[in-house]
């Protein structure tokens, strides 16, 4: 199964809340339309702050044929249209996934890095950094409810080579851990050497289906 993440930006005549309302009641309902759309989740900013993105839309297909013909249908263009209409910047990258904590207990709050690879690194170099040496040190991490590593392993290079989603129990904990001396150094010592560039968010998922 394939993931699509598109990350918005909402046009700068709207306030943040007046882009929330937008997109889980207007245009929640034209995505979920969209032809061999299995699932469905739109996670959008949980602390406020006037980021780089306001949220992301997370959209799984079986494969790449049935993602791209879902986009090129009526609905799916419909959807697109609405989009447009209502953000100032979008990014949308296809990636794998890769599972290593699920503990099956609620997680609706989460920390999402986006990161682009340092221009020295391959794709399968980057990817090798990530599975086989930094997630060592991200299990670590105390009350993670779940983790995986979305990686963009094909298709054409863009803005983003990656995402990590660390979950936990609330926004509280979150925070508290995220913004542990353990974990700024994980993100200061290894991360920033390997990446050109890091977009951090604290998200709230909004499972449609």
């Not at 794709?123 to 950094?129: A, H, I, S, V």
């Amino acid at each position: 199964m394939r993931k699509t993440m598109s990350f918005l930006k909402r046009r700068a005549d709207m306030s943040q809340q007046e882009f929330f309302d937008w997109w889980l009641s207007e245009h929640r309902p034209l995505g979920s339309k969209i032809p061999g759309l299995r699932h469905y989740t739109i996670s959008l900013v949980a602390d406020g702050a006037d980021a780089e993105f306001d949220g992301v839309a997370e959209l799984w297909f079986d494969d790449t044929a049935s993602a791209q013909a879902g986009y090129a249908s009526p609905e799916g263009q419909a959807a697109r249209a609405s989009g447009q209409a209502h953000t100032s910047r979008r990014e949308s990258v296809e990636l794998v996934e890769h599972k290593f904590i699920d503990t099956g207990e609620p997680a609706p709050f989460k920390m999402i890095s986006i990161l682009k690879r340092a221009a020295s690194l391959s794709r399968p170099e980057f990817k090798t950094w990530w599975l086989d040496s930094h997630v060592a040190m991200v299990l670590e991490f105390p009350e993670l409810r779940h983790y995986q590593v979305v990686l963009a392993e094909d298709g054409p290079d863009g803005a983003i080579d990656g995402c990590a989603e660390l979950s936990f129990k609330d926004l509280e904990t979150l925070k508290r851990v995220t913004s542990s001396d353990q974990v700024r150094g994980v993100q200061q010592n290894d991360s920033a050497s390997h990446a050109s560039s890091i977009i951090r968010m604290y998200v709230e998922k909004h499972p449609v289906f």
